[in-house]
């Protein structure tokens, strides 16, 4: 490297960093925002790619949408079990928003529909004796979504760490699979929560229903040996028609495992039917034919219980979760659609995949839906079949559709423990074991974010366990603030001190004392001192921490010494400014100098550095 590249590479180091590269989004202006929310291929995407459209790409999707059908209707009709609703609302939210993502969507492999996370916390904050709950929080969930996105909030989500959700995720699972014993066991009348639900569980295991346990056992054990079929790397060296054949019917009973189970259980039911056995636990029937439009913020009114709920009520039933539901939804919708957008080479919009979500949840709220969000598995298979854009959602949803209007008959014949196996089959490889070797290597703490986050869910509940596991997370992250690290040293009539990292409110306590005990040790003595504050790794300053800096500076003038700042940025050097005026009574300025001043002994003899 020659001088001169160094010269320049020192030269940009020690400039400060242009203001308005320091800024969030949140700090934009709002002509910004805007500008960038009114451009119309950003905030409807489908206008980019539908120039480019053509048969090649119609064909791919119509393969990715056709084989996502099949797998949504037994995943929809499932999660609608984990979330304590009748099947049918499983299949309402499979379909209409994968419509709505068509035009708002920026990732072409996300598809939406209800899901495992999403399902488990409607039945944590609703009261699922009435669906109207589900409904309202899912209209509740796509508005914050949609004012997230226009407030350009993707930001927000970073505050929530990797540690706290893969405790919400482990945790999630072993909830939504334990949610799900009753239904393999064939045990009615079990109460929810975790724990309560083992218990329950321990002490009927002799009503265990043998047919329900058998016929589940033997859907997850088929289901785990398709999905390991499905990972067997054939030889690709045979390119025989008849061998190619063999692979894609293979590989399409692997990725279509779920719905092939639940077809072939639901055969035998019926087969059983007909000789007049009625062996298992079916799922409720499901009414022919597709939702109607209804107001979706509506009062609950049954007179068979002498019921009366007001939308009040039924908000502040939801409470915490009008906040949670939205915020899990747009994490998992985000992390999915990053995590395939970087594995197939393509870029999202953060901002516009939060209002395809939130306008997704509100449209579907008016078709008797709740909360939707990206499918992790779903999503897997678009990608998969070679996906060409979201048009493929249109193909999923005419599956679902034709499924609700010709089909529905026959769903009551579908065994609620085929479904159960689906459940547990898929979840139980969401608990990331895998987290803790890594963390420990990395950060020891973050470990205890993740144990703290994780038994909080499944103790205290999911709906609180990831509130408090976040807050844990945050008190973890600012917890370092607290403890400045400090260092001085006497030079001549000199005393340099230097901080080790930034200072915000936590330390202003620390800052203040270790100041107090340079000066205690100096007391008594006539020798005038200049105090030397190097504001090199200052980033910046809260209101609280600039006053104590002007506290301090007041402190050493009353006992009649100097002090001098160095290397402040101009943001700090601006507010150290400010909260002096707010103090001085007098015409003094504070010394504020640069690293150039440093070096310059003129000026150090002037502010009294050299004696």
Not at 32 to 45: E, G, Q
Not at 469 to 475: A, E, H, M, P, Y
Request: glycine share 4%; net charge positive; charged share 15%.
């Amino acid at each position: 490297m020659s001088q001169n590249t160094i010269l320049e590479v020192k030269e940009f180091i020690q400039n400060e960093v242009p203001e308005e590269l320091t800024h969030s989004k949140f700090q934009t202006s709002l002509h910004r925002k805007v500008s960038s929310l009114c451009r119309l291929n950003a905030r409807l995407p489908f206008l980019t790619w539908i120039r480019n459209y053509n048969f090649l790409m119609l064909q791919k999707d119509i393969i990715a949408g056709l084989t996502v059908g099949m797998i949504s209707i037994p995943q929809g009709m499932a999660n609608a079990l984990i979330a304590d609703l009748p099947e049918k609302y499983g299949l309402y939210s499979s379909f209409i928003p994968t419509l709505v993502y068509i035009f708002l969507g920026t990732s072409k492999d996300v598809t939406m529909g209800p899901t495992a996370f999403m399902s488990l916390l409607i039945a944590a904050y609703t009261n699922t004796t009435y669906p109207q709950y589900a409904i309202m929080s899912c209209f509740l969930c796509g508005i914050v979504q949609v004012l997230m996105g226009i407030l350009q909030m993707a930001n927000l989500i970073n505050f929530v760490s990797h540690p706290v959700v893969s405790g919400f995720v482990s945790a999630a699972s072993l909830i939504i699979a334990g949610a799900q014993l009753k239904n393999l066991l064939g045990i009615k009348n079990i109460p929810r929560g975790f724990v309560v639900q083992l218990i329950e569980i321990a002490k009927r295991i002799k009503e265990t229903h043998l047919p329900d346990l058998i016929l589940g056992l033997a859907c997850i054990i088929v289901l785990l040996l398709l999905r390991e079929l499905g990972k067997y790397k054939f030889n690709a060296k045979n390119k025989t028609f008849l061998w190619k054949a063999i692979r894609k019917t293979l590989w399409l009973i692997c990725t279509a495992r779920s719905a092939l189970v639940v077809i072939v259980a639901s055969i035998f039911v019926y087969v059983l039917h007909l000789d007049g056995h009625g062996l298992f636990n079916q799922v409720s029937p499901v009414p022919q034919g597709l939702p109607r439009f209804e107001n979706p913020v509506n009062h609950i009114s049954d007179p068979s219980r002498n019921v009366t709920i007001s939308t009040v009520e039924m908000m502040q039933h939801i409470g915490l979760g009008i906040f949670v539901i939205p915020l899990i939804g747009v994490i998992e919708n985000m992390a999915i659609a990053k995590s395939f957008a970087s594995k197939n080479n393509y870029r999202i919009d953060s901002t516009q995949e939060f209002i395809a979500v939130g306008v997704s949840n509100v449209v579907t709220s008016f078709f008797a839906s709740y909360p939707a969000a990206a499918s992790f598995t779903r999503t897997a298979v678009n990608s998969q079949c070679k996906v060409a854009t979201p048009l493929n959602g249109l193909f999923a949803a005419i599956v679902v559709i034709l499924s609700l209007l010709v089909l529905a008959p026959a769903f009551q014949y579908i065994p609620k423990a085929s479904l159960a196996a689906v459940i547990i089959s898929a979840v139980i490889f969401n608990f990331d074991y895998e987290i803790y070797p890594r963390i420990w290597k990395v950060r020891k703490i973050d470990i205890l974010v993740v144990i703290i986050t994780f038994v909080l869910c499944l103790t205290i509940g999911i709906e609180y366990g990831f509130v408090l596991g976040t807050i844990f997370s945050l008190i973890v992250l600012i917890a370092p603030l607290a403890n400045l690290r400090m260092s001085h040293k006497f030079i001549k009539n000199n005393v340099v001190i230097k901080f080790g990292n930034g200072f915000l409110f936590p330390a202003i306590d620390s800052c203040i004392d270790y100041i107090e005990n340079i000066l205690c040790s100096h007391q008594g003595k006539q020798t005038r001192l200049t105090f030397v504050f190097d504001l090199n790794k200052f980033w910046m300053l809260d209101f609280s921490s600039s006053e104590a800096l002007v506290d301090v500076y007041l402190r050493i003038k009353k006992q009649k010494h100097n002090v001098v700042w160095l290397n402040a940025s101009l943001r700090v050097r601006k507010m150290l400014e400010s909260a002096y005026s707010l103090h001085a009574t007098s015409a003094e300025k504070l010394v504020i100098m640069s690293e150039y001043d440093v070096n310059n002994d003129e000026i150090l003899e002037r502010n009294a550095l050299i004696n």
